[in-house]
């Protein structure tokens, strides 16, 4: 059966959180005094694969994206994958590219799509982003990605004053290697005081694009991003989940690394999976759970935003 919130919204994507864990410290994503999660708190391979099971098998969901912290970096990932092979189902990562060569090849002969976080080209900023210095490994993986023909997307957060200059720069890094970029606005997903500080909307973005070109919409059907192509055939998109939300059509929902659902990345509450995993499987019980708590899914961020976010990024998983 097809799963539908409360508002006749149909539930298809799953976006599944592999670690809290991260091997960068972007300011964007953590909070001050952020706390891991237990071993013993997180999901096995077992139980994450059990559900996505269950959502394959009596919701039909048709897309899966694996998400972090850092989703490359959880033991047994490739186990994940692979045991997914069976199911009919897109499977995509999202990754902050540091270990993007090292699995690239798994990646390709496994099909799986990825989103690659690219948010400079220099590296004195990528420091002050991201805390990092592997700015040069992150373009090795994708570039060797390309080479192995896999289906790659840059993500791209922009920040005032900090990597808003490098629009164009990133444009023709993308468009060079044949791939498209979106540029993401900045969640309030830290304190207000550094979200107001460095959040810049999708309409100053694309006044800053059209000093210089002249963007053509491109009618493509995407649940999130608006697409638009450049003179010269570049092709960028816009996910601005602030300044345009995109709730109307919003097909998806996230299981966080420690076993909860959450409906929307703005909501106060979550739900407990665990308990119909441990000690023993209660399947019946989990699938009349699930479909009782997505029908709560709230209506869209305009109703639920705040100064911030009621979950850090790195937990929620994106």
Not at 50 to 62: A, C, D, E
Not at 166 to 178: H, K, P, T, V, Y
Not at 267 to 283: A, N, V
């Amino acid at each position: 059966m097809d799963l539908y919130d409360g508002y006749n919204r149909k539930v298809s994507y799953l976006r599944v959180s592999l670690t809290d864990r991260c091997n960068l410290q972007c300011f964007y994503c953590r909070r001050d005094n952020l706390v891991l999660y237990e071993r013993e708190e997180i999901l096995t391979i077992e139980e994450i694969k059990f559900l996505i099971s269950v959502f394959y098998r009596n919701f039909g969901i048709n897309k899966v994206r694996f998400t972090g912290g850092e989703p490359l970096i959880r033991r047994g990932i490739e186990s994940l994958i692979e045991g997914l092979r069976d199911f009919n189902l897109s499977v995509n990562i999202t990754t902050n590219g540091i270990l993007l060569k090292e699995f690239a090849r798994f990646l390709s002969e496994n099909n799986i799509g990825v989103n690659v976080s690219l948010d400079t080209l220099i590296p004195e900023k990528f420091k002050k982003i991201s805390g990092g210095y592997d700015l040069d490994r992150i373009i090795e993986g994708i570039d060797t990605a390309l080479h192995l023909g896999i289906k790659l997307k840059i993500n791209t957060v922009l920040l005032r004053s900090v990597n808003d200059d490098e629009i164009f720069d990133l444009i023709d890094f993308a468009f060079s290697r044949g791939v498209e970029i979106r540029f993401i606005e900045f969640m309030p997903f830290v304190n207000e005081f550094i979200w107001r500080k460095y959040f810049i909307s999708e309409d100053e973005i694309r006044d800053k694009i059209e000093q210089r070109h002249k963007l053509y919409e491109i009618g493509e059907d995407s649940s999130i991003a608006r697409y638009y192509t450049l003179e010269n055939g570049a092709k960028i998109g816009f996910i601005s989940t602030v300044s345009k939300p995109f709730c109307h059509n919003c097909s998806r929902v996230r299981i966080t690394s420690d076993g909860h659902l959450v409906l929307c990345m703005f909501d106060k509450f979550s739900y407990p999976l665990k308990q119909f995993l441990r000690p023993k499987i209660k399947e019946n019980e989990l699938v009349e759970y699930i479909c009782s708590v997505v029908k709560l899914k709230p209506k869209g961020y305009i109703e639920l935003r705040e100064k911030q976010a009621s979950f850090p990024m790195i937990k929620l998983g994106g």
